[in-house]
Structure formats: structure tokens, C-alpha cells
């Protein structure tokens, strides 16, 4: 009879990590949906700017605001779901599924870094409304340099990974740990938890997270915060290539 029940109990959990895994995709694949959303907003916003229709560029940024607060809700419900389906066990006794949900809930929001890459996006309207009228001056507010930052920068926790030691923004297929959120390239880190003597252990110094395979991958925002990167490290290179070009020209000027 126990054997009979323990069966039940494993057909049970295989079905609720089932279920959770396609909510969590689906999930998922909205919040990359409203990302692409702000970002086409923000270059209507661009134009609109340009014809200076002040009014309809507001409208559409408070329309940010409120995708973005629906984004970080997701991001938090999302997670919940995720971390139920891994860890939900059933027992003998019913499970109180709105007070487990509720408790997954707290615990995302208070780990979680949606907050901050939501006020990265808002920012980035913002600045790409300025500049339509003031390009090159900063934004107000941020006459100081020590606080005009990049929180791309600030939300990606590592800029190499700590196995390969390669830049992310040269790995083949990189990866971030839903629980700490430290990147790895995939091949390196997916060996690295198969050995015994590491016990699974984040890699990175200090990290006291142990990695489960099932919550180290390529989650939406990945891809995008690492072409973010890239394309930031670009465009902070431009201002010493002109630089440099101009110093050519006037040596040239004095040659003549």
C-alpha cells in the first residue's frame, strides 16, 4: 500500500513540475514580449520627440511605466512557480498551494534584481527622449559623473565567466544562475557541477550558492542585457577613436 501511495506522490510531483515548467516558459516568453515592447516605444518616442508632440511622448511613457510594473510582477510570479515545481514534494497531507505561492513570492521579491533592470529601461526612454533635443548634455540630475552609470552594468553581477575566464560578451552559449545570479559559459560550468569534489558550489569567490542544473540557464533578459553590453562598450570607445583621429589631423597641419 505505501508503495502504491509513494507511486501516486511521484506521478503527482511529475505532473505539477510539468505544469509549472510550461507556466514558467510561458511566463517568461511575456516578459521578453513586454522588453521588446518598451523598446519599440522608446524609438516611436524618439520620433514623436522629433515633431515635438510633447503630449502623445508622455502618454507613451507612462505607458512604460505601467508595462514595466506589470513585467516585474510577472518576473516574481514566474519565479514562484518555477521554485514550486522544483521543490514541491506532496505529502500525506493536502498542501496549502496559496500560502507556499505567497511564501515564493516574498522570497523572489526580495532576492530579485527586476526592479533595477526595470528602472534601466525607464531610464533609457528617458535618455533617448533628451537627447533628441540635447544631445550631448546630460540628463538632469546627472551633472555629477560619479552617478552618470550604465545599470546594465550594475545588473550583471560578473563581466567574465569565473571557470573560462572569457569575457560574456564572447561566450558561445552563456548561462546565469537563477539563485545567484552569476553567469557562466554553458559547457564550462555544466561540467563543473558534475564533479564531486566542487559539491556544486557557485564558482565565483565568495558565493556560497549551491547550483542545481535545472536553475542555471539562458533566461530572457541574458541575451539582451549581454548585447547591451556590447553595444555600451562601443560606443565608449567612439569618443577616444575621434580623439585620436583629431590628434592625426593636427600633426598632419603642423607636417604642412
Not at 555544466?190 to 564558482?203: A, D, E, V
Request: hydrophobic share 35%; charged share 30%; glycine share 4%.
Amino acid at each position: 500500500m505505501a508503495s502504491t501511495s509513494g507511486a501516486g506522490s511521484g506521478v503527482a510531483a511529475g505532473r505539477i513540475r510539468s505544469h509549472t515548467s510550461a507556466l514558467y516558459s510561458d511566463s517568461q516568453s511575456l516578459i521578453l514580449e513586454i522588453r521588446k515592447s518598451v523598446t519599440m516605444m522608446k524609438d516611436i518616442a524618439v520620433h514623436l520627440e522629433r515633431d515635438e508632440r510633447t503630449q502623445m511622448v508622455k502618454d507613451l511613457e507612462d505607458g512604460v511605466v505601467q508595462l514595466l510594473a506589470a513585467s516585474d510582477e510577472c518576473m516574481h510570479l514566474s519565479e514562484a512557480i518555477q521554485s514550486i515545481g522544483d521543490e514541491l514534494e506532496p505529502g500525506p497531507e493536502p498542501t496549502n498551494f496559496k500560502k507556499k505561492f505567497d511564501e515564493e513570492i516574498a522570497k523572489s521579491k526580495a532576492r530579485s534584481s527586476s526592479h533595477t533592470q526595470n528602472q534601466s529601461l525607464l531610464r533609457k526612454f528617458r535618455e533617448a527622449v533628451w537627447h533628441v533635443h540635447h544631445e550631448g548634455q546630460p540628463m538632469p540630475g546627472d551633472e555629477q559623473e560619479d552617478i552618470v552609470m550604465t545599470s546594465t552594468q550594475c545588473n550583471l553581477l560578473n563581466v567574465t565567466c569565473p571557470l573560462s575566464g572569457k569575457p560574456i560578451t564572447e561566450l558561445v552559449e552563456p548561462v546565469r544562475s537563477m539563485d545567484c545570479k552569476h553567469i557562466y559559459d554553458k559547457k564550462a560550468i555544466m561540467q563543473y557541477m558534475k564533479s564531486k569534489s566542487t559539491r556544486g558550489q557557485c564558482p565565483v569567490a565568495g558565493c556560497p550558492k549551491i547550483l542545481k542544473a535545472q536553475r542555471v540557464l539562458c533566461d530572457p533578459f541574458l541575451l539582451i542585457e549581454i548585447d547591451e553590453v556590447r553595444s555600451m562598450s562601443k560606443q565608449n570607445a567612439r569618443p577616444d577613436a575621434i580623439e585620436d583621429f583629431t590628434a592625426l589631423d593636427e600633426d598632419e597641419d603642423e607636417d604642412d
